[in-house]
């Protein structure tokens, strides 16, 4: 284990990983077969409770109700901003990101197939999210300081007062 790293943090990121890797085949499954089965469905409602927990630190950074129970909240945002690099200009961009994506993973949790488009822009952002986690695991940071919280609040142009 690496110097400053707790055993649950790097548990974390492997769970997290994991997920994304199930999600994806997931996903391959739900195109070639053209049905969600309840394995399925049980995979995507995990990825759409991450996808609410990272609506959930937005929501925190932008009411200004920063407490503890925001902090996996806000390691969640930042992720998610992080494997969304490049996919939004500006700040409401990423709102609307995070909504279609919510949608299309509650859609498959729900049973229901979403349009080729929303699979695909879900598609990348799972891919793009598993990377980001496997840079993680080579290199972890999983603290949400100050610092941290400055950058999140600049990428979806809110300022905080810490």
Not at 26 to 47: W, Y
Request: overall charge positive.
């Amino acid at each position: 284990m690496r110097s400053g790293e707790l055993p649950f943090e790097l548990m974390d990121i492997y769970n997290r990983k994991i997920l994304s890797n199930r999600a994806k085949l997931a996903l391959m499954r739900v195109r070639r077969e053209n049905i969600v089965t309840p394995r399925e469905r049980a995979v995507f409602k995990r990825v759409s409770s991450l996808l609410q927990t990272a609506c959930k630190g937005d929501d925190a950074i932008s009411n200004s109700r920063m407490r503890a129970t925001s902090e996996q909240s806000l390691l969640t945002l930042q992720e998610t901003l992080t494997a969304l690099r490049g996919k939004f200009k500006e700040p409401e961009a990423i709102r609307v990101i995070l909504a279609e994506l919510f949608n299309t993973t509650n859609e498959l949790s729900e049973g229901r197939i979403p349009s080729p488009d929303t699979l695909k822009q879900l598609e990348e952002y799972l891919v793009r999210y598993n990377i980001m986690q496997s840079e993680k695991l080579r290199e972890p940071r999983t603290s949400t300081s100050s610092e941290d919280k400055i950058w999140l609040s600049q990428q979806i142009g809110y300022s905080l007062t810490l």
